[in-house]
């Protein structure tokens, strides 16, 4: 199918504007008349606006929170899914949000499921949201799960604007490092090296050292600026076969601190998801392959579909993750209790609460530690250039003494 921009009038005779799926434009002139609108303007999406559009900037995450909790708000009150979608599309107030939604629209207007025309916008709806969305409609409970979408999004998105702000300090202090440094090698040490020039004198080792990287940096630097984009497009190519993003997410897993973080943050999602979808009475086995979805790092999201074949097989959800040793053991012993009591998705919850706040102390204990060892390593990089000019000088002065 094709993306067609289109311009209509409605019944009360004011201009509307979208973007609509079809295969030709006599097939939108045709949805359009359907929907009770005029249509006076079809044309064609073409090549180079995709390209912009693939490069424009999406939803916010802040928006995606408020819009979710719109949009479960309306279909609990028993609106049909194109007239929430249609009152979305009146709030917004960005252009860009309003041509997604009316694309959403558009792509259920021609028969595809909310999940899978929110599929066709992966820089707005990421793919563990189109998942819930899916296990949602599967369920039938698709308001209730939009609903605790919200609260995750919105719990989500509370922890990433603590991180970045908790890192916003070290990351001005290495840029401001490194400019400093950068300056020194290339603009002051080479003004320092003609007076030891004309001296004539014998150069200590550290200021030889600092003059021959100085030498290097101003003589190579468009180089090293090649080869470090060339580097990281590389590895980007490179992280697209997934056997080798297999090993990059296993060598993550096992990286002091890093390796923690990101196995508690994938936990997290995944306890969040599973919750969600079992608390909206998704099946399982349902529940499980969505937040298979939902997972970032590979090697997890491959332990989820072993567990799911040991669960299709007749084993508990405790004991199949817990044969993969991928997860926490606090997350399976809840999830076990929640297996015996019959309260799985508070014991999910619960899990992913306790996860979250290890995953908050993580943060804390490593920021707290960076903060003063970058301080340190900068200070100590300064120290050894300032070194490296002082002892010449030093050496002249006794020289002349």
């Known amino acids: 199918m094709e993306a067609f921009r289109y311009r209509a009038l409605n019944a009360a005779g004011r201009a509307v504007s979208g973007v609509m799926q079809a295969d030709t434009p006599r097939q939108v002139r045709t949805q359009l008349r359907s929907q009770g609108l005029l249509p006076f303007a079809v044309e064609q999406v073409q090549s180079a606006e995709r390209t912009r559009q693939l490069w424009?900037?999406?939803?916010?995450?802040?928006?995606?929170?408020?819009?979710?909790?719109?949009?479960?708000?309306?279909?609990?009150s028993g609106l049909t899914m194109e007239e929430s979608l249609k009152a979305l599309i009146e709030q917004a107030s960005d252009a860009v949000t309003r041509e997604i939604l009316s694309g959403v629209k558009a792509g259920i207007a021609g028969g595809h499921s909310l999940s899978a025309a929110l599929g066709a916008y992966q820089k707005s709806f990421p793919d563990f949201y189109c998942a819930l969305v899916h296990g949602g409609e599967e369920s039938g409970q698709l308001s209730t799960v939009l609903q605790h979408l919200a609260d995750y999004l919105d719990a989500r998105q509370a922890l990433k604007q603590k991180t970045g702000l908790a890192l916003l300090y070290p990351i001005l202090v290495s840029?401001?490092?490194?400019?400093?440094?950068?300056?020194?090698?290339?603009y002051v040490v080479p003004q320092i090296v003609q007076v030891f020039q004309q001296s004539r004198q014998s150069?200590?080792?550290?200021t030889r050292a600092l003059i021959g990287l100085s030498d290097f940096m101003r003589a190579t630097w468009p180089y090293l600026a090649a080869l470090a984009v060339g580097a990281g497009v590389a590895a980007r190519m490179a992280l697209r076969r997934e056997s080798l993003r297999l090993r990059w997410h296993a060598t993550l897993l096992t990286l002091p601190w890093v390796g923690p973080l990101i196995?508690?943050?994938?936990?997290?999602?995944f306890a969040?998801?599973?919750?969600?979808?079992?608390?909206?009475?998704v099946p399982l086995l349902s529940a499980l392959a969505s937040g298979a979805r939902a997972m970032s790092n590979?090697?997890?999201?491959?332990?989820?579909?072993?567990?799911?074949?040991?669960?299709?097989?007749?084993?508990?959800?405790?004991?199949?993750?817990?044969?993969?040793?991928?997860?926490?053991?606090l997350l399976v012993h809840l999830i076990a209790s929640?297996?015996?009591?019959?309260?799985?998705?508070?014991?999910?919850?619960?899990?992913?609460?306790?996860?979250t706040q290890s995953l908050e102390r993580r943060l804390a204990v490593f920021l707290t530690v960076?903060?003063?060892?970058?301080?340190?390593?900068?200070?100590?990089i300064v120290l050894l250039i300032v070194l490296a000019i002082l002892l010449p000088i030093i050496e002249i002065n006794q020289l002349v003494r």
């Open 263 to 269: 196995r508690g943050l994938n936990t997290t999602r």
């Open 203 to 206: 150069l200590p080792l550290l």
């Open 298 to 329: 590979l090697v997890m999201k491959n332990a989820i579909e072993e567990a799911i074949e040991r669960v299709r097989e007749g084993a508990g959800l405790a004991r199949a993750l817990g044969a993969t040793h991928a997860f926490p053991p």
């Open 56 to 76: 424009a900037r999406g939803i916010s995450a802040a928006e995606l929170s408020l819009i979710t909790r719109q949009l479960a708000t309306l279909l609990a």
């Open 338 to 355: 929640g297996e015996v009591s019959g309260k799985l998705e508070q014991m999910l919850k619960r899990a992913a609460e306790l996860e």
């Open 175 to 186: 840029i401001v490092a490194i400019l400093i440094v950068t300056g020194l090698l290339v």
């Open 272 to 281: 969040s998801t599973l919750a969600i979808l079992v608390g909206g009475g």
């Open 370 to 380: 960076l903060e003063p060892a970058m301080i340190l390593l900068m200070g100590g």
